[in-house]
């Protein structure tokens, strides 16, 4: 069992930066590769970036290749979203996932959800 929890969201203005933390419970963090979802009001929950276990690779949607940084900290238990060069489209609930057996971009490979953390940017 893995439980995550999200934080770092808020109100920022356009272009503007923020960090999403997602902390996980556990010994085998290490053991699962990590993802982040994004659910906007209206609209289904789409996939934003994900990092294997050892950090080596990552995938990202397009529309934020450039401005979010996708990274973990396994000593720390800790994934982490870097945020910068914000849009208002970039408004949405984030979420953390965390897959013990793939790393994708369907949020079907992913096992355990986090509760989410709210990012608003305002124009």
């Known amino acids: 069992q893995v439980q995550l929890v999200e934080s770092g969201g808020g109100l920022v203005q356009a272009g503007g930066s923020l960090r999403l933390s997602c902390a996980a419970s556990g010994r085998t963090f290490s053991s699962y590769a990590m993802g982040w979802f994004r659910q906007a009001p209206g609209k289904e929950r789409e996939f934003v970036a994900a990092?294997?276990?050892?950090?080596?690779?990552?995938y990202s949607l397009d529309s934020v290749k450039g401005r979010f940084t996708i990274s973990r900290d396994n000593a720390k238990n800790t994934v982490y979203l870097q945020m910068n060069s914000l849009k208002p489209e970039d408004t949405a609930v984030y979420y953390c996932?965390?897959?013990?057996?793939?790393?994708?971009?369907?949020?079907?490979?992913?096992?355990?959800w986090g509760q989410g953390t709210r990012v608003t940017v305002s124009s």
């Open positions: 996932a965390a897959s013990a057996r793939v790393l994708g971009m369907s949020s079907n490979a992913y096992d355990y």
């Open positions: 990092i294997s276990w050892s950090g080596g690779r990552t």
